[in-house]
């Protein structure tokens, strides 16, 4: 069974730019979230998507944006890049549906905004 | 607001003895709990997970117990070897609030098994 797949791997953008990331999950898996990995900060939780429907946020402002295709795969968007925006970008799937399950990470995206 | 807590930034233990890593959590409503290891440049690998109508949960040299009363969690890898170096997670889902999907991290423990 593959994996959680992310691309690009490595990203490097201006300021002010956006940028589209894509994850596609495990297939079966209805489940996809999204976190940022800082040094300072951890992991930090994005949003989630469940069939299509962003079905949890987290606290982050709204130039970061999601979506999620019939097929699961999902993407995520940030606008008008900030230098504080560099990080590693994960994205886990899960078979969701309410149930307590384990969720799996793709390796991540890493984001350099110079 | 913290609501998972790794106490500990690194660990050094000797390959054999025991890594006992620790995890305490805030928010009474989190009912399930996992470990992730994370080596660098690669997402984090889902290690064991335990429902808070447990207090115990084993799978093989990995052991996670749960003090709900404390709001207190721990791994227990026995015997610890050197593959085990990494940064571990400790995370934690509510579940019953429906918030299935979102885990809030702790700020992770590096284990350093010397051999």
């Known amino acids: 069974k593959a994996g959680v797949t992310q691309t690009p791997r490595y990203l490097i953008k201006t300021r002010g730019q956006q940028v589209t990331l894509s994850c596609s999950p495990i297939?079966?898996?209805?489940?996809v979230s999204w976190y940022q990995q800082t040094p300072g900060q951890g992991l930090q939780f994005l949003f989630e998507y469940f069939s299509e429907t962003q079905r949890n946020k987290g606290n982050f402002p709204g130039r970061f944006s999601g979506r999620q295709f019939s097929n699961s795969r999902s993407e995520m968007n940030v606008s008008t890049l900030e230098l504080g925006d560099s990080a590693l970008y994960l994205c886990?799937?899960?078979?969701?549906?309410?149930?307590?399950?384990?969720?799996?990470f793709g390796q991540g995206t890493r984001l350099t905004v110079v | 607001d913290q609501q998972v807590k790794q106490n500990s930034p690194s660990l050094s233990v000797q390959e054999g003895r025991i890594s006992i890593l620790n995890c305490d959590y805030t928010?009474?409503?989190?009912?399930?709990f996992l470990w992730y290891k994370k080596y660098p440049a690669e997402g984090p690998t889902f290690l064991i997970s335990?429902?808070?109508?447990?207090d115990k949960n084993e799978d093989g040299r990995f052991t996670v117990f749960l003090n709900k009363s404390a709001k207190h969690l721990s791994l227990h890898i026995v015997p610890s070897q050197p593959g085990d170096s990494a940064v571990y997670f400790c995370a934690a889902s509510a579940i019953a609030s429906s918030n299935t999907g979102k885990l809030i991290f702790g700020q992770g423990t590096t284990l350093q098994v010397k051999p």
């Open positions: 335990i429902s808070s109508i447990k």
């Open positions: 297939s079966g898996h209805r489940s």
């Open positions: 886990a799937s899960s078979s969701g549906g309410g149930a307590a399950t384990e969720a799996f």
């Open positions: 928010n009474s409503m989190f009912d399930y």
